[in-house]
């Protein structure tokens, strides 16, 4: 069974930087499309990004595109999500999770494993 875990979240001012992890605590990343999921307090879940199983084709949401880089390393099993200039409203928890297939896609139904959340604070 695939256990997800990220890490790499906090707190930072606007304009700051973190980089995200997410890795497999059980099983491993390679076999799977990884996306990076959010929720913000009373918000719904919103995708961030996805990336294939190759580490073709990412996708990102309009709101992150040009701040936000997600790759993967499959020799160390690690997904990232490199967040740059962020903002206020990156406020949140972000998910990592896996879906069956090569492609990612930003549909959170079709992703089947996930991992407890990092947080993710942006202020001044």
């Known amino acids: 069974q695939l256990q997800l875990v990220e890490s790499g979240g906090g707190l930072v001012q606007p304009g700051g930087s973190l980089r995200l992890s997410c890795t497999a605590s059980t099983g491993t990343l390679d076999d799977f499309a990884i996306g990076w999921f959010r929720q913000a307090p009373g918000g719904d879940r919103e995708a961030v990004s996805s990336i294939s199983r190759t580490g073709y084709t990412p996708l990102y949401a309009d709101s992150v595109r040009g701040r936000f880089t997600i790759s993967r390393d499959n020799t160390n099993g690690t997904v990232f999500l490199q967040m740059n200039n962020l903002k206020p409203g990156d406020t949140a928890t972000y998910y990592c999770?896996?879906?069956?297939?090569?492609?990612?896609?930003?549909?959170?139904?079709?992703?089947?494993?996930w991992g407890q959340g990092t947080q993710v604070t942006v202020s001044s």
């Open positions: 999770a896996a879906r069956r297939g090569l492609i990612g896609t930003m549909s959170p139904g079709e992703f089947f494993s």
